[in-house]
């Protein structure tokens, strides 16, 4: 009952603030009146000498003002004597006193950034007050490159962020670490847009971010230590990024339009067998396996290339994104509006992401003490990818390349019969024939009002809410090419959620001469509800129309689902500055989730930060070189509640059809002990400015100890069935590490000027605790076993075979010595090498041309004891090095970011040069170990008569059953991921203001841009940086839509 | 400043009221699903709890049922799938060996916890309802285990998942105590299920027929080359009360394998497959058998097995009926297949599979068939079975069994399939006859497995005179519809296949080794009395 009163009042308060707003909207009037004594005019100009539009002039102490027109000039009354307050964004407030009727200002840029004013969550703080661990992106760093997405412009450009695309489908998934690997289940970090919380993960190959738009954000704040993030509880595990998109100022309304047009292209493709080749590889598989030869295969030098399936699938595509805002206000109310649009081909056929957004932002001071606001977002977006989610880059490996896209007469290309019975379909016809893609409605909506109760007593009251409508839709086409049928089939989804938070909360600030206080306190409810609709069915006749009505009725099969969650929260802060020099930020959290049983449901997080602002004592002053020291000592407990499952200490009737009706059995194992996770986390940091602010250097360093870890257990076979294994607190881990950020202005010099910045990241992960004695985590594909985690060690590290060589010849069976001289045991006989568990020599079992092990535990039998980790996903270091050089109006951006020391699984290799395959073969496979008798005349199978021919074999042979397992999870496939990326290019070029304001135009910039321009990398796969959506499954290679390269030419422009 | 401090007071009041929550609204029970707590609470509720142990338990068994049951029999060959089951290459790493035993302890872990559901939270039924409901748990977890014996010989018993989710690092058990284990859960389920049960669910008779074969499995187990008297004397007891008292009655062979004759008069135990059921609920195998969209009416199908010169050369001659359902062999017309252009005739000359095989979606089978996809049951148990293991029971460890009721059962498999009586059988009649009627039904090597336990030596010459890996493709059929193959056509594996002690049982998932490397210990007694 108390649910839907809190629910209904949210929504009925939401109501109010938006009337009170649309009330008040008319009223958005100028404020400045005339009437005095004096009329005082001048020209505002920057040190460049350009005019400035718009810059605000005010006498002190009243509320009288003007802004500065075209040219910069003013016009304002005042009296001899009085104070004229000169302000404009990014440059220094100036305070001259009229001494005469005329009055010329220069306005120098605000290279000071301590005094920006900083969002940390249930307020704000002077960046010069912080205490915790906090990076901003600023909307001008990120204007140095083209972003589709949000979460694009945070890569490479805060210390400690690890930006990995699990797709580089367009609108495709990402993942973002904070410092490290924080949790078995889910590391993404917090986004709160503008007051408005919003989960990062991303489900499948979408992101959940896809809907922001990226040019609508002002700043990023990265909340990375628990000092920082404890404030959030909760949520705050992974980090939270707190967004403030673009918000209204008093005085002229300004227009700008943002937009560009670009060109996609897929920097790399997979180097398959071309068709003369495939011919070989045919022609020696069927002279091992004694027939199949094809005659058309006979004399493949007769051959040509054949079709590059890749090549096929894969093109330029365009891209385009136009944004228009309006911004302006008066002193009591400011808006601004934005809206954009966004189209972009996906480089893969039949890939396609289109997004439409527009946000209003309004706030207005309806009394002295009442100030209201709303921040209102709409998005709309589709996404189309029949590429990744059905298959078809497997397919375009897999297609034989003797199979033409299309036939003379215009008809889709097929294979022809073959003894295999294994036919593909036409990945071309397949990507441009399936359906697949999802549209979507998100709505965010926030109301606050803020209070002033008392002077220094403000209460803040919020109410926001985030709705998302998602429909999937997907048609699978009837076809039938040659000998490759598929039946249609048809499905459609539909999904809606809405989260509502309420939230409110009082701030007190005391300032006595040397001391200031500032305490806080509130609460928090959130609620979560999602619903899901879908049906699919088959038998379609034509693929005219793919709506599940004209579907075979017979087949039809629908569901639907609902679920919610839900948190509570009551949390506190008190902030304390002693002259500047000491600052104090205590935090206090207590939060109730309901994703744990009553008894584990609450927890509280507090956290302690100190900052010693060293710069401001006294043995400083006479320092002129240093303009800042700040030394910021962390400590803070955060948690994660964040599981899967909202009833996981329960368990859950699964539901499954029988052919006498529904089914039921217990879906889940229980675990009534669930709690939360909780991070303890340690920070000690340096802010340096030195020389005028020319240097910045900031240094982090943590230490993360992580427990109670959240997953769901990797239990062995015999348990993890049809029953889903449990949550569990599955153990603890700590993460250390550092983060170095240096800013500098290298050069400056007239007109010239050369500034860099550098990121640089180091995490260290080990596991420390799992939660029964011996067991071990295991990331498991199809049954199999590809990493595994147990103490004392990093999580997920890749865990298989070493390869020690090829079996060559007879003797590769005995073990040799470093000349490659076999070595013999006290009786004189050679001892044999270490063979596969139950495995002789034989032709169908292990035999010349196989792959030898490394038998680690000298037992003389390779299995699963010889497997030891053979990699590390985690990076040793990660960084990025951005430089900008300006000369004049022309400006120039380089950004490189690198990935140092990861290893990544390739599995394309391992599943795509297994001559077991009839087709799909990576041009390694020209190595396959081909076979030959010593004795012509001798016998096939007797050992000593075979040796491999080919010496720079370096895939096994052709054999049909494989016995020795020669694709095995082995140290084959485990390549270096290192790379160094110029990742982003951008020259542009800012018209001079002079030319500019005969066309009324305050600002045009033009500039082009280069982004993924080359990556320096020894991987052979299709990209390095392999996303996952699992802990234990990071940096497996399986063939994901792979990063475009983008040429982009833009403009900026505003009126 | 008075209007100020109402205005505060208001505003206070409006946040209080909107500020704490109830308690109530954290606890977020599931609305859109059943829990535990509140399901078990009537008689159709236990019959919805027991229905996914016939379905969605089964479900990985699919193509292991196949590389398992039928290929590593040498029922059949094929070199692009599966061919380690028939040539014995297996190793840990198999996809099929993981699915299997993932697989049978999905059964396990299921029929545990459905029990114990039922024991604890099970209200508003009668006792004979729990026990009935129980009954049909412990009959599946029984049959589960007795196939995981006879693929990995010891393996871990448990009846509480609680224990192994906290502890998954439990040791294998002794093989005597698998039977032992895998005997009460049967017995109890013989005792409890009703002798007439709904169509599709497993009657005491079932229960029955399969506890024949467990004892009749056990009687020559590790025996020293006899079978033990007195599980023979309990396999006959068992087999001939099914036999003569169950009412229940062979049914023409052919439709044995049509849809319309899912859970037919001679169907005990099945699995019964959702028709055109989703992914879990499915009989997937369709694909993996069919060997061409001739026979599919079109459905994408890729099978490249072929009958193999061992398997069809047991048949007898005259022994059509029986071949045709099993096997498409040349000149072989079917009425019911790609009925609408009247029929199909096979005039290849290899031996592609036919059992499983059911047409395609527009021929008798409602429109249920598509990729992957095919509404066939799977057999557990049939009639045929029971009455063979009569037979084989009744034979004992005599020479040969020349009259009496085992050999009147044998004798009913055989006049079914048209073929002429005997007067006189042997254990090798056994084999042969067992190998016919199952062929394709994924459990001649079940069966090879016990017949190994009790003959270890004369075994692993039949295994090893096989013809593994052996192919032809110039299988043709006489005037009188006998099977043609002759030996200058036939075509040998580059090394012949070699069956030893070491390869007879499967090895244990790497995976799960790698998990558990208790399993590598000695197999323990198993505690019955808790």
Known sequence: MKKTI????????????????????????????????????????????????????????????????????????????????????????????????????????????????????????????????????TAEDMAKSVNTSLDQALQG????????????????????????????????????????????????????????????????????????????????????????????????????????????????????????????????RAEVIGFGAREEFKDPSLLGEGTNWQKEIFRSAPMQNHQLSI????????????????????????????????????????????????????????????????????????????????????????????????????????????????????????????????????LKTEASTNINYYTDYQYTPLMKLGYFTQASSGSRSSSNSSFVDFNTYLTYNLSLVKHSFSVMAGHESQENNSENLSGSRDGFIFNSVHELQVGDAKSAKNSSSRNSSAIESYYGRFNYNYDNRYLLTATLRRDGSSNFSENNRWATFPSVALAWRISNEKFMKDVKWINNVKLRLGWGIVGNQSIWQNYAYGVTMS???????????????????????????????????????????????????????????????????????????????????MELTLNTVNISKGSFMWRSGLTFSINRNEVTGLYTESSALVGEIGGLAYSYTSVGNPVGQLYGYKVIGMFKDESDFYKKDNVGNNLLDKEGNRIPVALPKDKKIGVNEVWVGDYMFEDKNNDGVIDENDRSFIGNPEPKFTFGFSNTFTYKNFDLNIFINGVYGNKIYNMLRQNYTNPMNNSGLLKEATRIAV???????????????????????????????????????????????????????SLGYTFPKSLLTKFNIENLRIYANVQNLYTFTDYSGYDPEVGSYNVLLRNIDNARYPSQRIFTFGANLTF | MKRNISYILLLSLFTLTLGSCSDDFLDRTPKGAYTDADFYTSASALKAATAPLYTRAWFDYNRSALAIGSCRANDCYGQWFLPAYTLFTITALDNEVSSAWQAFYSVVTMSNATIESINQKATGVTEQEKNQAIAECRLMRGIAYFYLLRTWGPVILFDNNDVVVKNPLQPRHKEADVFQFIINDLTYAAENLPAVADKGRASSWGAKGVLAKVYLSRSGWDNGGTRNQEDLDKAIQYAADVCNNCGLNLIDYE???????????????????????EWYVCNTLLSDLAFSTDVTGGVNCW???????????????????????????????YSYINIKDGGYTYDGTSSPIKKGVPGGPDD???????????????????????????????????????????????????????????????????????????????????????????????????????????????????????????????????????????????????????????????????????
């Open chain 1, 6 to 137: 809190i629910k209904r009042s949210i929504y009925s308060y939401l109501w109010c603030i938006a009337m009170i707003i649309g009330m008040l909207s008319p009223v958005i009037v100028q404020d400045a009146e005339a009437a005095n004594n004096e009329v005082v005019s001048g020209i505002v100009s920057s040190a460049e000498n350009e005019p400035l539009i718009g810059v605000s002039v005010t006498i002190k102490g009243t509320t009288k003002g003007t802004v500065t027109d075209v040219k910069g000039h003013y016009v304002i009354n005042a009296n001899r004597g009085d104070i004229l307050v000169f302000s404009y964004i990014g440059y220094s407030k100036r305070e001259i006193t009229v001494k005469g009727s005329v009055l010329n200002v220069t306005m120098k840029e605000d290279s000071e950034l301590l005094n920006e004013v900083v969002v940390v969550g249930y307020g704000t703080m002077k960046r010069s007050d912080l205490t915790g661990a906090v990076t901003s992106v």
């Open chain 1, 157 to 284: 450009r805060a210390a400690g962020v690890n930006v990995i695309s699990n797709s580089g489908a367009p609108g495709g998934g990402i993942s973002v670490s904070i410092r490290g690997v924080n949790s078995f289940n889910g590391n993404e970090p917090l986004y709160v847009i503008d007051g408005i919380p919003i989960s990062g993960q991303s489900s499948g190959n979408s992101s959940a971010l896809s809907n922001i738009n990226p040019s609508d954000i002002v700043t990023m704040e990265i909340l990375k230590d628990a000092s920082a993030t404890a404030i959030y509880g909760t949520r705050a595990a992974n980090g939270v990024i707190l967004i403030t998109t673009k918000q209204g100022k008093a005085g002229d309304t300004k227009i700008s339009y943002d937009g560009y047009y670009a060109i996609q292209q897929l920097p790399k493709e997979l180097d398959v067998l071309n068709l003369r080749e495939y011919a070989t590889y045919q022609n020696l």
């Open chain 1, 327 to 458: 911004t302006g206000g008066s002193q009591k109310t400011r808006y601004a509006v934005m809206a954009g649009y966004l189209t972009q081909d996906g480089i893969g056929l039949g890939s396609k992401f289109e997004r439409f957004s527009l946000r209003v932002n309004l706030d207005t001071s309806i009394k002295k003490w009442l100030n209201v606001g709303i921040n209102a977002y709409i998005a709309r977006h589709k996404q189309v990818n029949t590429i990744d989610n059905g298959g078809v880059i497997e397919t375009a490996v897999r297609q034989l390349p003797e199979v033409p896209v299309r036939n003379s007469d215009g008809s889709w290309g097929t294979q022809q019969e073959n003894m295999y019975g294994t036919y593909f379909s036409n990945p071309v016809a397949d990507a441009l024939s399936r359906e697949n893609y999802n549209k979507g409605t998100d709505l965010q909506l926030r109301g606050y009002a803020d209070i002033n109760l008392l002077k220094g007593l403000v």
């Open chain 1, 655 to 737: 539901s499954s059809a029988t052919p006498t009706g529904q089914g039921f059995y217990p879906g889940n194992y229980s675990n009534s002990d669930l709690k939360w996770e909780k991070t303890k986390a340690y920070n000690l940091g340096l802010d340096l400015n030195l020389l005028d602010n020319r240097i910045e250097f900031i240094a982090d360093f943590y230490h993360k100890d992580i427990s109670n870890l959240l997953m769901q257990a990797s239990l062995p076979s015999y348990v993890a069935g049809v029953i889903s294994s449990p949550w569990v607190n599955a153990g603890s881990m700590t993460n250390k590490g």
């Open chain 1, 931 to 985: 076979l030959e008798l010593i004795d012509p005349n001798g016998a096939a199978d007797d050992i000593t008569n075979v040796r491999v021919k080919n010496s720079d074999a370096s895939v096994q042979r052709i054999n049909i059953t494989d016995a020795n397992n020669n694709n095995r999870m082995s140290d084959r496939f485990v390549e270096d991921g290192s790379y160094l990326r110029i990742k982003n290019v």
């Open chain 2, 255 to 277: 439709n044995l394998y049509k849809y319309k004759y899912n859970n037919n008069e001679e169907s005990m135990i099945a699995m019964q497959w959702v028709p055109n059921g």
């Open chain 2, 303 to 333: 099978s490249s097995l072929n009958g193999t010169i061992d398997l069809l050369r047991q048949y007898e001659k005259g022994d059509a009926k029986r071949l045709k359902a099993t096997y498409f062999i040349n000149n072989t017309f």
């Open chain 2, 364 to 530: 008798d089978n409602d429109g249920y068939v598509k990729v992957m996809n095919s509404p066939l049951n799977t057999y557990i148990l049939r009639l045929a079975d029971v009455y063979l293991t009569y037979a084989e029971a009744s034979l004992g460890n005599n020479e040969t069994l020349s009259s009496g009721d085992g050999l009147k059962f044998f004798n009913k498999v055989r006049k079914r399939a048209g073929l002429a009586e005997k007067s006189s059988i042997s254990f090798d009649d056994i084999i042969r006859e067992r190998r016919v009627e199952f062929a394709m039904e994924y459990c001649n090597w079940y069966d090879m497995v016990s017949w190994y336990k009790y003959k270890p030596e004369k075994m692993l010459k039949y295994f090893n005179d096989q013809k593994r890996g052996w192919t032809c493709n110039q299988i043709t059929k006489d005037d009188y519809g006998n099977i043609v193959i002759n030996d200058a056509d036939l075509q040998a594996p580059t090394t012949p296949v070699v069956v030893t002690n070491d390869n007879i049982f499967l090895p244990y998932p790497e995976k799960d080794l790698l998990q558990n490397p208790r399993l590598k210990e000695e197999p323990q007694s198993y505690n019955f009395n808790k």
